[in-house]
Structure formats: structure tokens, C-alpha cells
């Protein structure tokens, strides 16, 4: 168990519809991450949040957001949803934002969009 | 741009045999890099990682990443393959072209081992 915390586990939701995944990192890391897996695309990094304030984005879409909160845990939201957002999504959190440390993962939140 | 490549798509390997799994990484500056592993229906697990010193390093479950600068290379190595490695397995990259701290994978390559 790497102590970071994913929920749901799995979602099945319409297209067009909105969905929230919810992290809740290690206890003490202040750094969050968001990454999508897909058999097409492998992981993909989606956003990094640093002690609630975003610090990176990468290969996000506009209809994709996401916020850290005061006590630390994350949000992704998705919306507007498509076929092609069906997905693994994986949280992960660091201890800190140096380029030394590792993450740690969650178990995912598997996302089907119908 | 940094980035990692994994050549092969699946490793076959005998229990008992040793096993490689490779990666080959572009980056400018210096090289930071993981090893993870990613069990059926769970996240990733850290395996090891090198930042500075020794090429040769020692991670979890036996395993070691062997980094060759010249080479920008970075295989994982087990000298004794079991049949619960069976898994699939990431390189990554740390990605320093921006302010955050992300990691880069490679795509991936499926080990399996065989009794």
C-alpha cells in the first residue's frame, strides 16, 4: 500500500456528462500529481499541484481540471466527456517538488465513458 | 525534450534466468531516473531510481538499474527472474523543462516469466 488514496475505484458515465476523481496523497507530501493511462497514449501527465497551488500542466485538456485543497487532497474533474476520456487515472504525491524524489502512486480511478 | 525509451514491448524470461529489461533516455542536463513496476488493476510501484554516483543501483525486490552515460541508458536487471516479476514495467524520466517535477514514462515493457 503506497498510503495514497484514489475514489473511486471504478466510474461508468454518459458521454457529456461531469465526473470528479478524488487523491488523497501520503500523509506529510504537500505535491500531487495526475496522470492519464491509456493503451493508445501510455501515461500521460496531466497537471502537478504543489501545496495547493498548481506548479505544472502538461498533456491537459480544457475540459479537464483539477484543485488541491488546504488539507492536501486533490480533484480532478472531467467534463464534457467523450468515448476517448475512458481511462486509467492515477494520483500520485511526493514529499517534496525536487527533481530527486520519487512519487508515489495510487491504485487509479478506472473512468468508462458509454 | 527529455524523454525514455523502452525498445521492446514484452521480455520473455525463464524462472531462475537473469533478466533485462531495457531503457534508453534524451535529456538535456543531468539525467534523473525511475524504474516503476505496475501490477494488473493496481498503480505503480517504485522500484529505484539513480540521481548521482554509482551506475549501479539497488532497488527493491532485488532489482538494479545499471546506468551507462555514454550509452544514455538505463536497463533494469534482476540476476534471478521469478514468476510473481511478472508485470509491467516503466523507465521514466524526470522532466525538467518546465517548474514542476514530473515524470516522463516510457511506454512500457510487459515481463513475463516463465516456470
Known amino acids: 500500500d503506497s498510503g495514497v488514496t484514489q475514489t473511486p475505484k471504478h466510474l461508468i458515465t454518459a458521454t457529456g456528462q461531469r465526473v470528479t476523481l478524488r487523491c488523497s496523497p501520503r500523509?506529510?507530501?504537500?505535491?500531487v500529481y495526475w496522470y492519464q493511462q491509456s493503451l493508445d497514449q501510455g501515461l500521460q501527465f496531466l497537471i502537478q499541484y504543489y501545496n495547493g497551488e498548481e506548479r505544472a500542466k502538461g498533456n491537459i485538456l480544457e475540459r479537464f481540471s483539477a484543485q488541491q485543497f488546504p488539507d492536501l487532497h486533490s480533484e480532478l474533474n472531467l467534463s464534457s466527456l467523450e468515448l476517448g476520456d475512458s481511462a486509467l487515472y492515477f494520483c500520485a504525491s511526493s514529499v517534496l517538488t525536487g527533481a530527486i524524489t520519487e512519487a508515489f502512486f495510487g491504485q487509479g480511478t478506472r473512468l468508462t465513458v458509454v | 525534450a527529455q524523454s525514455v525509451a523502452q525498445p521492446e514491448d514484452q521480455v520473455n524470461v525463464a524462472e531462475g534466468n537473469p533478466l533485462t529489461v531495457k531503457c534508453t533516455y534524451s535529456v538535456s542536463g543531468n539525467p534523473y531516473l525511475f524504474w516503476y513496476v505496475q501490477y494488473p488493476n493496481r498503480g505503480l510501484q517504485f522500484l529505484l531510481k539513480y540521481i548521482t554516483g554509482d551506475n549501479l543501483v539497488k532497488g527493491s525486490y532485488g532489482f538494479e538499474a545499471e546506468f551507462n552515460k555514454s550509452q544514455t541508458s538505463f536497463h533494469l536487471k534482476k540476476p534471478s527472474a521469478l514468476v510473481s516479476d511478472s508485470a509491467l514495467y516503466f523507465c521514466a524520466v524526470r522532466d525538467l523543462n518546465q517548474a514542476g517535477t514530473a515524470l516522463i514514462f516510457g511506454k512500457g515493457t510487459t515481463l513475463s516469466v516463465s516456470s
Open positions: 500523509s506529510g507530501d504537500l505535491s
